[in-house]
């Protein structure tokens, strides 16, 4: 027994030794960098906290910034001041901004035009995050975003690949069972986080398409965007625009309304006031954008579309639950209509700064009304 505790505690030494040359060798060798988007126990995907830096793209230069917990912009505070409206922003890349400074994003311009108008301080608190979808965007609330209190809970949904993401989230890829629990878990997490060997070989682990099925299998991971594109001959993501054929989201358009009653309810149960931002894609708003998938995929000329489709379902499905909203698309085509600059970057599918004001603008005007 003595020899056997002997052999264990030298092969655990020998082991612990190996895990920390194999440490300062990635460290050294291939240097891990530190990631601006870090793995989260409890949502999959958070910022890291504390970031203050620029961001550059081919058409921007964008200052951003995180705050301590891992959120746009400055801390959030749970006590409200007497007199302060509180909203909570959720969303993926297009409420997170950082195609733009910080203080060019909707939520910014928002709590300043607010703060404004009622001569007292008003907060917009920003929880966007690149990639996000439902899934996502739904864990946020209730993990996050609900203990700040807030009074409105301003659920962006962008209508190019919001229902994509989520698609690609469900466990069986096929979108018949809803995941609203992140099973990625603490372990993963803080190893993920902390050892850069680790995230070295999960994310080369990763890589390889049987490995990356089964952890989306378990919503560990979420699928590839191109699952569903094996033997086609353009993206998938663009059936959404498809009119007159079956194709992966006609049975899934009922996804993101569930979701709508999902986020009523559980707003509901909190007093928070839900209401839903609806932005377009720019080949929604732009034709030369459209023309341009076209001309890329010329298969898809023979086909019947309806760009605006997505948009419709949304519509519908808002008005049945009786669910406030914010519709850009025709703000956008009015702002194009008046010969009124690009609300969109040419090479960057995002919202500039322009485009962001729009934004401010129209939310500005539904609390206003409300």
């Keep these: 027994m003595r020899n056997a505790l002997k052999l264990a505690g030298t092969a655990l030494v020998l082991l612990l030794m190996a895990f920390i040359a194999v440490e300062l060798l990635v460290r050294i060798f291939v240097p891990q960098e530190r990631p601006l988007f870090i793995a989260d126990p409890l949502i999959r995907t958070i910022h890291r906290s504390d970031v203050d830096t620029i961001r550059k793209g081919s058409e921007y230069q964008a200052h951003i910034r995180t705050n301590t917990q891992g959120f746009v912009g400055d801390d959030f505070i749970v006590e409200k001041p007497t007199g302060t409206y509180r909203i909570a922003a959720l969303g993926d890349s297009f409420t997170e901004a950082f195609d733009v400074d910080i203080d060019k994003s909707y939520t910014v311009l928002l709590e300043r035009m607010l703060t404004e108008s009622r001569k007292t301080l008003q907060q917009v608190y920003n929880f966007g995050i690149s990639g996000a979808g439902s899934t996502h965007e739904l864990l946020t609330y209730t993990k996050y975003a609900a203990t700040y209190n807030p009074d ?59 490995v990356h099925d089964l952890l989306a299998r ?40 569930d979701f709508v009653r999902e986020f009523k309810r559980e707003t509901a149960v909190r007093g928070d006031h839900l209401a839903v931002l609806l932005i377009p894609a720019r080949e929604q708003v732009l034709d030369e954008e459209w023309n341009k998938i076209l001309d890329a995929f010329p298969e898809m000329k023979k086909k019947t579309w309806n760009r605006l489709q997505p948009l419709e379902k949304m519509r519908t499905c808002l008005d049945q639950e009786a669910v406030s909203y914010v519709d850009l ?40 009304a409300l």
């Design 152 to 210: 409105m809970v301003l659920w962006q949904i962008y209508l190019g690949n919001d229902l994509a993401d989520d698609l690609l989230l469900r466990t069986d890829g096929m979108g018949t069972s809803t995941v609203t629990e992140a099973r990625t878990g603490t372990v993963r997490a803080f190893l993920s986080n902390n050892f850069q060997s680790l995230r070295f070989f999960i994310r080369e682990f990763e890589k390889i398409t049987a």
């Design 218 to 257: 378990y919503s560990i991971v979420s699928r590839q965007l191109d699952y569903y594109d094996a033997g086609r001959t353009y993206p998938f993501v663009y059936d959404v625009y498809n009119e007159d054929e079956k194709t992966v989201f006609s049975e899934n358009f009922p996804l993101m309304c």
């Design 329 to 368: 698309y025709p703000v956008f085509k009015a702002a194009q209509s008046a010969g009124n600059e690009r609300m969109y970057y040419h090479t960057d599918p995002h919202l500039n700064e322009y485009g962001h004001a729009l934004v401010a603008k129209s939310v500005f005007d539904l609390l206003s």
